[in-house]
């Protein structure tokens, strides 16, 4: 088995740098879309053998090192009673956003075992697929990101709404996230116990905080979430987009990895961060764009700077944008191979 990724997530030493790319399966790919012009977005998330058919792509097509299950942060909150739609070129839809007293109490905490079955058999099946050859990560939004989904109703630009609650409704903002928390953990101790090999937290939206925000009213969830995630035994990723300004905080999120964007240097965030956790990450996505001569040469940092760290994981600093040119991200992982030594005697 390709053990790289998980002994990197613990810190043990490896080989060669090992690498993933988030969202690595679709829409970049040819061969993504071809499943999905069959279904819609979520009808594919509830469809296992076809879910787990995309999650195998990069794996056979770029040779990464580790495959994601094929899913949606969003998918569990349908389940807590918020109805989900995917629009063409918007993005997530709630029709009903949650943002008073009566909408947090109509929230349910699911079973995952009952409710949210195709995910754990698409895992399931995924298992059997990949057959050891790379390790599979599960995955959940974290509390504060989800939450903003819900009471935003979809994306957002100023988190007005979120916002809003947090600072004039602060009891029933922690009610929410309450509910949330106890959904998730249940939620990610399923993927474990279903066959997930690694458990990666998205903090989309948390760049958006204040410190002392971030502070009080996102990172206690996550802290929570990942506390109880110890005893599954598998390594958990805590990844807070555009928060540079949070690390030292992220870090007492408990997580085994910590995933850095583009933002910050691995330089930086080793020195603030020491030796007592690893790293992902961190090329910007649309760096992939650079002459390969160039691209090379940022990644040989990466590479270089991760060495410093008590593991790395090679990664972009967010996801891969649909309009990638799908040579690009071969070429990316080819780099990281060879450039951090695999195949070296
Ligand atoms: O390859 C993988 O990483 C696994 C699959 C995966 C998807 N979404 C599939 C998807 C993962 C890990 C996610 C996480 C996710 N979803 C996040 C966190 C990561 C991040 O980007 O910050 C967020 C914020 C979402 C919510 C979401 N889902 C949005 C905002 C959108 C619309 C914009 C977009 O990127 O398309 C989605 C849809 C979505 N999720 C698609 C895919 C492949 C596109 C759906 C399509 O085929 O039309």
């Given at each position: 088995m390709n053990d790289t990724f998980l002994k990197a997530c613990r810190g043990e030493a490896v080989p060669y740098t090992p690498i993933w790319i988030m969202r690595?399966?679709?829409?970049?790919l040819p061969e993504y879309h071809t499943v999905r012009d069959k279904f819609t977005f979520l009808e594919l998330c509830k469809t296992p053998e076809a879910a787990a058919e995309v999650s195998m792509q990069p794996v056979d097509i770029?040779?990464?090192?580790a495959a994601i299950l094929f899913s949606?942060?969003?998918?569990?909150m349908e389940k807590m009673g918020a109805p989900l739609d995917f629009l063409e070129?918007?993005?997530?839809?709630?029709?009903?956003?949650?943002?008073d007293a009566a909408a947090v109490d109509r929230l349910v905490v699911p079973d995952p075992e009952l409710e949210l079955t195709y995910v754990l058999d698409t895992i399931r099946i995924l298992r059997r697929e990949l057959a050891d050859k790379v390790p599979l990560i599960g995955f959940s939004g974290a509390p504060f990101t989800l939450a903003t989904y819900l009471i935003e109703g979809g994306g957002s630009r100023t988190f007005w709404h979120t916002k809003q609650m947090m600072y004039q409704a602060p009891e029933l903002y922690r009610k929410l996230l309450e509910k949330i928390t106890a959904c998730t953990i249940n939620y990610l101790q399923a993927q474990a116990a279903a066959g997930a090999q690694a458990l990666q937290i998205f903090d989309?939206?948390?760049?958006?905080?204040?410190p002392d925000d971030y502070a009080e009213f996102a990172l206690p969830y996550v802290q929570w979430l990942v506390r109880a995630l110890k005893e599954t035994g598998v390594p958990v990723i805590y990844f807070a987009n555009n928060g540079a300004t949070l690390l030292e905080m992220a870090?007492?999120?408990?997580?085994d990895v910590l995933g850095v964007d583009w933002r910050v240097s691995i330089d930086d965030a080793v020195a603030r961060l020491g030796q007592d956790v690893s790293l992902q990450g961190n090329l910007?996505?649309?760096?992939?764009?650079?002459?390969e001569d160039r691209l090379a040469t940022r990644v040989e940092r990466i590479i270089a700077q991760g060495r410093k760290a008590r593991g790395h994981i090679f990664n972009l600093g967010h996801g891969i944008q649909?309009?990638?040119?799908v040579e690009k991200a071969k070429l990316l992982v080819q780099l990281v191979h060879e450039l951090s030594g695999k195949g070296r005697a």
């Amino acid at each position: 088995m390709n053990d790289t990724f998980l002994k990197a997530c613990r810190g043990e030493a490896v080989p060669y740098t090992p690498i993933w790319i988030m969202r690595q399966a679709g829409r970049y790919l040819p061969e993504y879309h071809t499943v999905r012009d069959k279904f819609t977005f979520l009808e594919l998330c509830k469809t296992p053998e076809a879910a787990a058919e995309v999650s195998m792509q990069p794996v056979d097509i770029l040779g990464v090192d580790a495959a994601i299950l094929f899913s949606d942060i969003l998918v569990p909150m349908e389940k807590m009673g918020a109805p989900l739609d995917f629009l063409e070129n918007r993005g997530p839809v709630f029709a009903h956003p949650i943002r008073d007293a009566a909408a947090v109490d109509r929230l349910v905490v699911p079973d995952p075992e009952l409710e949210l079955t195709y995910v754990l058999d698409t895992i399931r099946i995924l298992r059997r697929e990949l057959a050891d050859k790379v390790p599979l990560i599960g995955f959940s939004g974290a509390p504060f990101t989800l939450a903003t989904y819900l009471i935003e109703g979809g994306g957002s630009r100023t988190f007005w709404h979120t916002k809003q609650m947090m600072y004039q409704a602060p009891e029933l903002y922690r009610k929410l996230l309450e509910k949330i928390t106890a959904c998730t953990i249940n939620y990610l101790q399923a993927q474990a116990a279903a066959g997930a090999q690694a458990l990666q937290i998205f903090d989309s939206w948390v760049g958006v905080l204040a410190p002392d925000d971030y502070a009080e009213f996102a990172l206690p969830y996550v802290q929570w979430l990942v506390r109880a995630l110890k005893e599954t035994g598998v390594p958990v990723i805590y990844f807070a987009n555009n928060g540079a300004t949070l690390l030292e905080m992220a870090k007492t999120s408990g997580a085994d990895v910590l995933g850095v964007d583009w933002r910050v240097s691995i330089d930086d965030a080793v020195a603030r961060l020491g030796q007592d956790v690893s790293l992902q990450g961190n090329l910007d996505p649309v760096a992939l764009l650079l002459p390969e001569d160039r691209l090379a040469t940022r990644v040989e940092r990466i590479i270089a700077q991760g060495r410093k760290a008590r593991g790395h994981i090679f990664n972009l600093g967010h996801g891969i944008q649909p309009e990638t040119p799908v040579e690009k991200a071969k070429l990316l992982v080819q780099l990281v191979h060879e450039l951090s030594g695999k195949g070296r005697a």
